[in-house]
């Protein structure tokens, strides 16, 4: 596995799980119940946006680093 594909997936769930529990906890907090569905949905797909725009930018850097 490279070094890329870790970090993507470090981010992936790392950011996914604490937006979509900052998320949760604000509901709660609304007196909103726990919702299982939404949570998984909130983890993946901002999850899974975080990665994309991290694994763009990692590629953006190192692209530069070898046209200096």
Do not use: C, H, Q
């Not at 983890?43 to 763009?56: I, N, S, T, V």
């Amino acid at each position: 596995m490279t070094p890329l594909t870790k970090k993507t997936i470090v981010a992936f769930l790392f950011s996914g799980l604490i937006f979509a529990g900052l998320s949760a906890g604000f509901d709660y907090s609304d007196g909103m119940e726990f919702r299982l569905w939404r949570f998984i949905f909130k983890a993946f797909f901002f999850g899974f946006f975080m990665a994309l725009m991290l694994r763009y930018n990692l590629k953006k850097n190192e692209a530069a680093k070898d046209n200096k």
